[in-house]
């Protein structure tokens, strides 16, 4: 894997990129240190001017050229997310259709989304004025991607950003970076200059060094809260755009389809080994139809098929280490020593977590606050509808929720009262289409992400307005 020659040239450390299922070696990327920055930026500067000197219908072609490239290179692609991530065949497969929907959506906002005339003449006093606004770039963008989705969450940072005129110094998770280098060769090779995305491959303190550089103008980063407040802290004067954790709550209610809930649910709780942020983590099942749903999902959850992702029968790959495994494990432990009741799961070889149901699960516990980021997933019964919305809004952070019912009425009252980034009505809380907007509710929300809202987050309006005297 290539990674650039201004990495190669003056790194001598190397990050090793290991198989999650079975540690092997994939390949090995510079390890750049914080001294680096300053060549970083230089790189990045020589961007700037390159990227802003585009014309829109330019960057609309390179991100549909690139988008065919991946999609002529999608079996590499997939196994590339397959080794590197741990996704099994189908979910790799689907992450790459998405990163060739992610450019093409990418590519016209380049061409559509240019500003928009401002009607100066419907203001007493300003009738002789007429003008427009542009959407300009920023410049200089740092963006910061994790290892769940390391190739389309990539592209939902590079596509509107290349669509607005910025260029990028992108920093890849350490643990999954290979998809992302492929998908900035693919660029490469589209036409976009080479100076336009700089790669910076690396730890925490390198990170903590682009962040804090003055002449950055925005920090786009996905990833844990602990990591977003120490970027808020240290970015100074800059734009923020953070889609953090979640700890998705669906609703199912008495009167919904039972057995295309069940199938829904499962799938949105356990997809890439529950390492989503917008995975289904607590279930809130009505009572009257509780032991119906717990016996039907713990029996489908029971037949998931847990281990190598390369195999096309498995359906929860490993998790990204062997580390977060046991780290899941042990908040499962600690959950039943706190009361909970085990159905199905808790079984760990290696990297591997099988896919693993609880309730009765104590609402102090850690399961049941904070984001478990694994295939975890908490049943818990209700009785009452504003119960039911009074459990999903109890943590002070949220990305999406769902709720399943024929029920109109009800399903409005919960998109109203729900405090979260969307509402999925019948459907899993992990359902999310590249185009719509992105994000979270309460502590920890900054910013979109769907094309056109980071786009416009990474844009900045230029009006122009020309009085005409005569």
Not at 166 to 192: F, T
Not at 200 to 206: D, I, K, N, R, V
Not at 245 to 265: K, R, Y
Not at 268 to 294: D, E, K, M
Request: proline share 5%; charged share 20%; with cysteine.
């Amino acid at each position: 894997m290539n990674v650039s020659r201004l990495a190669m040239a003056i790194v001598g450390q190397q990050i090793d990129v290991l198989n999650p299922f079975d540690a092997s070696l994939i390949d090995s990327v510079p390890d750049m240190p914080a001294a680096q920055v300053p060549q970083l930026l230089a790189q990045g500067r020589l961007g700037v001017q390159a990227s802003a000197a585009l014309p829109r219908y330019r960057r609309a072609q390179i991100l549909e050229q690139a988008a065919r490239l991946i999609e002529e290179d999608a079996g590499a692609f997939a196994a590339l997310i397959i080794a590197e991530a741990g996704k099994t065949l189908q979910q790799a497969r689907k992450e790459v259709k998405r990163c060739v929907n992610t450019l093409k959506l990418s590519a016209e906002e380049a061409r559509r989304n240019g500003g928009e005339v401002v009607p100066f003449d419907a203001y007493e006093g300003s009738e002789s004025r007429q003008g427009w606004f542009s959407r300009e770039p920023l410049g200089l963008i740092v963006a910061i991607t994790p290892y769940n989705d390391p190739l389309n969450l990539v592209a939902h940072k590079l596509g509107p950003a290349i669509a607005g005129g910025n260029a990028v110094i992108l920093k890849p998770s350490e643990l999954a970076p290979l998809s992302a280098l492929k998908l900035v060769e693919c660029l490469v090779a589209a036409g976009l200059p080479e100076s336009v995305v700089t790669v910076a491959t690396g730890g925490a303190e390198l990170g903590k060094a682009l962040v804090a550089a003055r002449e950055v103008r925005m920090i786009s980063f996905t990833g844990g809260f602990v990591t977003g407040e120490h970027i808020a802290r240290g970015a100074g004067l800059k734009k923020l755009a953070m889609d953090l954790g979640g700890n998705a709550p669906v609703i199912v209610l008495e009167d919904c389809d039972l057995e295309a809930t069940v199938e829904s649910c499962v799938s949105g709780a356990f997809w890439a080994a529950g390492q989503n942020c917008i995975g289904t983590q607590r279930l809130l099942v009505q009572a009257s139809i509780y032991p119906a749903f717990r016996e039907r999902f713990v029996a489908l959850s029971s037949r998931l098929v847990c281990g190598n992702p390369a195999l096309a029968e498995t359906d929860v790959g490993p998790m990204i280490t062997e580390q977060a495994a046991k780290n899941a494990q042990a908040v499962v432990d600690e959950a039943l020593v706190q009361g909970a009741r085990l159905l199905c799961g808790h079984v760990r070889e290696g990297a591997c977590y099988a896919a693993t149901v609880l309730e009765q699960v104590d609402h102090a516990s850690r399961l049941w606050c904070n984001e478990v980021f694994a295939p975890v997933v908490v049943l818990e019964p209700f009785d009452e509808f504003d119960q039911a919305i009074a459990l999903a809004n109890a943590p002070d952070y949220s990305l999406h929720a769902g709720i399943f019912t024929n029920d109109l009425g009800k399903a409005l009252s919960a998109a109203k009262r729900i405090e979260a980034g969307g509402v999925m009505i019948n459907d899993s809380s992990d359902y999310r289409f590249d185009a719509m907007p992105f994000g979270g509710f309460k502590y920890g929300s900054l910013g979109r992400e769907g094309v056109r809202f980071a786009y416009e987050e990474m844009t900045q309006p230029k009006v122009v307005c020309i009085n005409n005297l005569r």
